[in-house]
């Protein structure tokens, strides 16, 4: 039985056990890991659902708490013991309210699974002992497994790239012959009325100073690809302000010789991937995964979007600097030669190079055995 008041369904009765996904982020990518199976997804941000009974419960524990903690934590830990469910998942592996609620319900018979999806700083990364024994980290790279060990000792540790990379990038990619070359967004600008980007903490950056590995290394590399007879697409990030994004790398790049894809609802930038014969990336969690399927990806230097921009290969940056993956801003004189190695590699020589950014285990790992890993154990 549910209510609907507004935009929002209210659940009175407990759902049946099922599988509970937390936050709707990649909530369709789970879903497809275990098609018959029922799910629940607990919405923390409110949007589309909430569960009155333990709504309430967690209202009253955070008032009884002196406010400790958020009240999404308090719901989520009344929901877990309402509901008892055997396997919590998600894709929202920066949320502190999932991390805190799992310390809280130690019930053994649970696995949590937490699949990161985005590549971020390690400061981002959850508390000590945040998770159990019988709980499961699928992260993008090996590099970021060993931090996820230092803080989830208990926890098993998997280094497997992104759902996403696993679920869309399963086919190696071969583009070889395009004449077109990929560069991946990570533009952060709103409706280009705003001069200002913000960050995780509130703080006001010029955008001048976030998008510095643009504004300073696109136009050299588009005329370097030129001279390899490759047209530089940009590949856009935006859905809803596509034209404030074009206008930003037309301010760069000039209005002629390179091409603008938006992004859309029909097509994926996984879609994308496969029509280019060499791509380039700053710190895009995308740049990555299209590696992990052995697209020929290459990194642009992100030292002049420092502190607000990821080094290439983090948190493992320092190792990777001399990668040949990386096009350094200090050596533009050897992209073209740098490029061109790349392009004409072998496909082992290649893997060789991904390898030693992601790790192997990321680009070997496939969908199948993440689902096995999963359900060991965990059954219903």
Not at 64 to 79: A, M
Not at 307 to 330: D, K, M, T, V
Request: some cysteine; hydrophobic content about 40%.
């Amino acid at each position: 039985m549910s209510l609907v008041t507004g935009s929002v369904r209210v659940k009175i009765l407990r759902p049946e056990k099922s599988i509970v996904i937390y936050d709707k982020v990649s909530a369709n990518e789970i879903r497809a890991l275990f098609q018959e199976k029922k799910f629940v997804v607990f919405d923390p941000r409110f949007e589309s659902v909430v569960f009155l009974r333990p709504l309430i419960h967690g209202l009253l524990n955070w008032l009884r708490s002196s406010l400790s903690i958020s009240f999404t934590h308090h719901y989520f830990v009344c929901f877990l013991h309402w509901l008892k469910p055997s396997l919590v998942i998600t894709a929202a592996d920066n949320n502190r309210n999932f991390f805190s609620a799992r310390k809280y319900f130690q019930t053994a018979e649970s696995r949590f699974v937490v699949f990161q999806q985005g590549f971020r700083w390690v400061s981002e990364l959850p508390e000590s002992g945040s998770l159990k024994a019988k709980d499961i980290v699928f992260c993008a790279t090996y590099a970021y497994a060993i931090q996820w060990a230092a803080v989830c000792q208990m926890a098993s540790i998997i280094p497997s790239g992104t759902l996403g990379s696993k679920q869309y990038l399963n086919e190696r990619v071969d583009s070889l012959a395009s004449a077109k070359a990929g560069f991946v967004s990570s533009w952060s600008g709103d409706s280009g009325r705003s001069e200002w980007w913000t960050n995780s903490l509130g703080s006001r950056i010029p955008h001048s100073e976030v998008h510095g590995p643009e504004i300073h290394q696109l136009k050299k590399l588009m005329e370097t690809l030129r001279g390899q007879k490759l047209t530089l697409e940009i590949i856009g990030t935006s859905q809803f302000h596509a034209n404030s994004e074009y206008s930003f790398y037309e301010g760069i790049l000039g209005g002629t010789g390179w091409a603008f894809s938006p992004r859309s609802s029909d097509i994926s930038s996984y879609q994308k991937i496969k029509d280019y014969a060499v791509l380039f990336s700053t710190d895009s969690t995308l740049g990555y995964e299209a590696l992990s399927s052995l697209a020929r990806v290459m990194f642009l230097d992100t030292s002049s979007g420092a502190p607000h921009r990821l080094p290439f290969g983090y948190p493992n940056s320092s190792f990777l600097e001399a990668s040949s993956l990386h096009l350094r801003a200090n050596a533009m004189e050897t992209w073209d030669a740098q490029i061109r190695s790349v392009r004409d590699m072998s496909l082992d020589s290649f893997r060789v190079l991904a390898s030693e950014v992601l790790g192997e285990e990321c680009i070997s790992i496939e969908l199948s055995e993440v689902i096995d890993i999963v359900c060991a154990d965990a059954r219903e």
